[in-house]
């Protein structure tokens, strides 16, 4: 199957800073991305869609200006969790798919912990 | 709205044994339906799946069929293996009303351990 890289894998930050992740696909151009965010032993949880070009779609609850989520290539997405606090610690994976009816690919995620 | 049961864990197993991992879900329409595998350290690969009532998925010797009578989707495989040590996730995708597929909606997880 199609490669989605996601990184970095493990981020250990203060709180008050800013985090961003990168969610790559590999070998095939992602119009669509996802970011889901797990916490222990719950379901994945998605944050936002994200299409290339345009702006995120956020999940109800989710804090967009907490959450930035930018889309800019069709192969990379960045989520940027700003000012983060402990409560924020999970742990985050994307996806990507090149068409609506497609499978989309996951990427390993990503544990981030605030400290 | 959507949501998917899963089986909770960890379940332990030895080498050969029998492996069930129940999954019921609760959706409108017809979603297709998927199970998921996360080996440690790497993404979610999928494993199988089924789009409609009594399609049975199958790959790598794991099985589920699509049960609409009891809205269940449960997986088995008949001899499980060290290498089958995951974490498995249950998942529905419903088709929206263009026919575009939506996101998945997961169940929470259940780790498996197969001990040699």
């Known amino acids: 199957g199609a490669v989605v890289s996601q990184h970095p894998s493990r981020v250990i930050c203060k709180s008050g800073t800013s985090v961003k992740i990168e969610c790559r696909s590999l070998?095939?151009?992602?119009?669509?991305m996802f970011w889901y965010r797990q916490f222990p032993k719950q379901s994945l949880m998605l944050m936002a869609t994200s299409n290339e070009g345009s702006k995120a779609t956020y999940e109800q609850g989710v804090e967009k200006d907490k959450f930035l989520i930018n889309h800019a290539s069709l192969t990379l997405s960045t989520l940027t969790v700003t000012s983060a606090h402990p409560e924020d610690s999970s742990f985050y994976i994307c996806?990507?798919?090149?068409?609506?009816?497609?499978?989309?690919?996951f990427g390993q995620g990503t544990r981030l912990t605030v400290v | 709205g959507d949501s998917v049961t899963q089986m909770e864990g960890p379940v332990t197993l030895s080498e050969e044994a029998f492996l069930t991992i129940n999954c019921t879900y609760t959706a409108t329409g017809y979603p297709s339906l998927f199970w998921y595998v996360q080996y440690p350290g790497e993404g979610l690969q999928l494993l199988l799946k089924?789009?409609?009532?009594?399609d049975k998925g199958s790959n790598k010797g794991f099985e589920a069929t699509y049960r609409k009578e009891t809205t269940s989707f449960h997986l088995e495989k008949g001899s499980v293996q060290v290498s089958d040590s995951a974490v498995y996730f249950c998942a529905l995708s419903n088709r929206g009303s263009s026919g575009s597929a939506r996101q998945l909606t997961f169940g929470s997880g259940t780790q498996l351990t197969v001990l040699p």
């Open positions: 070998d095939f151009q992602a119009t669509t």
């Open positions: 089924a789009t409609k009532a009594d």
């Open positions: 996806s990507a798919r090149d068409s609506p009816n497609t499978e989309a690919f």
